[in-house]
């Protein structure tokens, strides 16, 4: 059973920064893509970002490509997002997600001045 797990949410002004992390516990080894959605209430679920397990191939919605960087330590099996340069339209539910099947259970992000 997979187990996703994040952190690093919290109150930013804009500008600011944050690292979201992800920790995935159980039978990953055969789960080859993992990533982040976000959610705020009134707005549709987007995909934000995902990187592939085997190869490392990475994904950046428009909306964040330049100011996001997700990567991954693969001895921790953790994944992380750093986001850069925070813009209020950030503002969210961050969801950890494996192979579009598993979720961790959200880490808040808010970037207000």
């Known amino acids: 059973q997979v187990q996703l797990v994040e952190s690093g949410g919290g109150l930013v002004q804009p500008g600011g920064s944050l690292r979201l992390s992800c920790a995935a516990s159980?039978?990953?080894?055969?789960?080859?893509?993992i990533g982040w959605f976000r959610q705020d209430p009134g707005k549709e679920r987007e995909g934000v970002s995902c990187?592939?397990?085997?190869?490392?191939?990475?994904y950046y919605a428009p909306s964040v490509k330049g100011r996001f960087t997700i990567s991954r330590d693969n001895a921790k099996n953790t994944v992380y997002l750093q986001m850069n340069s925070l813009k209020p339209e950030d503002t969210a539910i961050y969801y950890c997600?494996?192979?579009?099947?598993?979720w961790g259970q959200g880490t808040q992000v808010t970037v207000s001045s």
């Open positions: 159980g039978s990953t080894l055969d789960r080859y893509v």
């Open positions: 997600n494996l192979d579009e099947r598993y």
């Open positions: 990187i592939t397990s085997s190869d490392g191939n990475t």
